[in-house]
T-cell receptor, first 117, second 115 residues
Framework: GENVEQHPSTLSVQEGDSAVIKCTYSDSASNYFPWYKQELGKGPQLIIDIRSNVGEKKDQRIAVTLNKTAKHFSLHITETQPEDSAVYFCAASIKGAGGTSYGKLTFGQGTILTVHP | GAVVSQHPSWVICKSGTSVKIECRSLDFQATTMFWYRQFPKQSLMLMATSNEGSKATYEQGVEKDKFLINHASLTLSTLTVTSAHPEDSSFYIC???????????FGPGTRLTVL
């Protein structure tokens, strides 16, 4: 089955700096890669995702890059703010051919991001 | 759109009792719901996948007789932890997916503490 490795496990940055979190996956059939932000005591919230036919996607201060050949994808947060402090999870999934839904998600281990004011 | 709720948000129970957790999709029909378990400072581990009207599919190592899942309607799935023990204490999170909502959207989670 799919295995997703995520690094680093903790990341501490100063407000305004950039933060980068990296993930690798093992199953070359995976074609959907979401990123989730989880605040303490809450469920994960989807912040950005990328499909395997795209190499990069941006949404304001957040961007995700995907290297299918190397089987790794990264989350980039620019101009970090204290409210960005949370646990971030990457995940990988497979969308079946001709289907409309994505299969089960395999999560990375999580990264605790702390943004110091 | 795509809001998923869970009830209760937290529950404390005595060892040996059963606890039911509800997961509802509020604004879409959820053909599939997923149940996850998350221990402190760890990742989400998928417990089971349930399709509306069908029996749940459990992940390896998850006891189906202990974690009963029912997905009787397109907006509601329930997880019942039977004969709960302290080691069942955890954060339980559901997610839902539908025909019109192909991605998974997560509920806010339920904190279970078994004394």
């Amino acid at each position: 089955g799919e295995n997703v490795e995520q690094h680093p496990s903790t990341l501490s940055v100063q407000e305004g700096d950039s933060a980068v979190i990296k993930c690798t996956y093992s199953d070359s059939a995976s074609n959907y890669f979401p990123w989730y932000k989880q605040e303490l005591g809450k469920g994960p919230q989807l912040i950005i995702d990328i499909r395997s036919n795209v190499g990069e996607k941006k949404d304001q201060r957040i961007a995700v890059t995907l290297n299918k050949t190397a089987k790794h994808f990264s989350l980039h947060i620019t101009e970090t703010q204290p409210e960005d402090s949370a646990v971030y999870f990457c995940a990988a999934s497979i969308k079946g051919a001709g289907g409309t839904s994505y299969g089960k998600l395999t999560f990375g281990q999580g990264t605790i991001l702390t943004v110091h004011p | 759109g795509a809001v998923v709720s869970q009830h209760p948000s937290w529950v404390i129970c005595k060892s040996g009792t059963s606890v039911k957790i509800e997961c509802r999709s509020l604004d879409f029909q959820a053909t599939t719901m997923f149940w996850y378990r998350q221990f402190p400072k760890q990742s989400l581990m998928l417990m089971a996948t349930s399709n509306e009207g069908s029996k749940a599919t459990y992940e390896q190592g998850v006891e189906k007789d202990k974690f009963l899942i029912n997905h009787a309607s397109l907006t509601l799935s329930t997880l019942t932890v039977t004969s709960a023990h302290p080691e069942d204490s955890s954060f339980y999170i559901c997610s839902a997916r539908g025909l019109a909502v192909s991605l998974q959207f997560f509920g806010p989670g339920t904190r279970l503490t078994v004394l």
